[in-house]
């Protein structure tokens, strides 16, 4: 609960200073000082650790919220901390003893930790060396936080075709980083560049877990839910921004702007909800109870698919009634709309959302068993 307060407590400052860091090549340096301040970037350490449990099953709705209001404060600054949280849960899930104790220090040290996955034509590619070393070949894109991100977490293709996770001190050398990549409609202050990794080296000691682990399931899909919560803050930050406007401009007893307010309402209170089933979801007994049902792992990552497309549907919907609610006047800078409405568009705009969908609807035709026991 302490990280949801801090959260909650950083989100107007967060909102308020989103424009000085909004422009391409961006970064939130002074919100990420915010964050470490307030303890958030070692929050999600277990206790022996030295964080607080966060995104343990028992706190994944403190998880949830505290992502929330991060988002709702700056989705920019939410989607890096986001990947932040995903590159911490991958290094205690699947690090040795040894690895974990000294990532955690790291951590604690004031490193920012990232999770660079998405290749580029020429794809990340992990290189033995006969000293014991390796050595990276190849591109990642979407690089977030690059240039400021100290501890990406990444994949690379080993010679055999897997695919290894591997964590790159980037205090010690440096990639080459393509800014001209990053010419986005939003989230310019994510700095999400392309990032030349050919040429680094890297000891034994920076591997992570197994290859192929990093698509383990159900934490590679069910890790939706945390975007989502980022994207769910930032449709509430432009709820409450047109509930002020309105109020502004005197519109408060217009027929059509209730109605309006009304289905913003309905879209913000569903994403609310999903927010919290999603946590009690992950919260369930980790086997299925019979036989006939489908298996925890299966249902876990159809839910999130569920999730993480109810959020996009209700987001899209919403800014539409917000663009009408405001008129051309609230589009117009200084007004927030304008950059809330790119930077949620933008993040909305998550890999194969059509497959997840897709995956929804074969899960539900692959078991032969009434609505009320499929999530079951």
């Known amino acids: ?117 998405t290749e580029a034509e020429n794809g990340a590619r992990l290189e033995p060396l006969p000293n014991g070393r390796f050595r990276l070949q190849g591109s990642k894109t979407f690089g977030s936080g690059a240039g400021h991100v100290t501890r990406p977490l990444l994949t690379a293709a080993l010679p055999d075709g897997g695919w290894q996770m591997l964590i790159l001190p980037l205090d010690l050398q440096q990639p080459e980083y393509n800014t001209n990549f990053w010419r986005p409609l939003g989230m310019r202050a994510s700095a999400s560049f392309q990032v030349n990794l050919s040429g680094l080296e890297l000891d034994a000691a920076d591997l992570l877990g197994k290859p192929g682990d990093y698509y383990q399931q159900p934490w590679f899909s069910g890790g939706a839910i945390r975007f989502a919560a980022v994207q769910v803050g ?45 946590a009690e979801f992950v919260k369930r007994p980790g086997a299925a109870t019979s036989s006939t049902l489908p298996s925890h792992t299966e249902a876990t990552v159809a839910h999130a698919n569920l999730m993480r497309s109810v959020v996009e549907d209700l987001c899209l919907r919403l800014l539409t009634l917000a663009e009408r609610c405001v008129g051309a006047r609230g589009l117009l800078r200084p007004e927030p709309f304008e950059r809330l409405h790119r930077d949620l568009t933008h ?3 998550q890999p194969a959302s059509d497959a997840v969908l897709a995956d929804a609807g074969r899960y539900a035709l692959a078991h032969d068993i009434p609505a009320y026991q499929l999530w079951a």
């Open 347 to 349: 993040y909305l705009r």
């Open 234 to 278: 930032g449709a509430e930050a432009i709820f409450d921004e047109t509930t002020r406007f309105l109020r502004a401009m005197g519109r408060t007893d217009d027929p059509y702007q209730r109605q309006r307010l009304g289905e913003m309402s309905m879209l913000i209170a569903t994403g609310q909800h999903w927010l919290r089933a999603a």
């Open 1 to 117: 609960m302490a990280a949801e307060a801090a959260a909650l407590a950083l989100a107007p400052r967060l909102f308020q200073q989103a424009p000085s860091s909004d422009y391409e090549g961006g970064f939130p340096t002074e919100e990420f000082e915010w964050l470490r301040e307030a303890g958030l970037l070692a929050a999600p350490l277990a206790t022996t650790l030295g964080g607080s449990g966060l995104g343990e099953k028992k706190q994944v709705y403190a998880l949830l919220s505290t992502l929330r209001h991060i988002g709702r404060g700056n989705l920019a600054v939410g989607r890096l901390y986001e990947g932040h949280v995903n590159a911490l849960q991958l290094f205690q899930r699947f690090g040795r003893p040894d690895q974990i104790r000294h990532w955690a220090a790291d951590v604690l040290a004031g490193h920012l930790f990232g999770v660079w996955n």
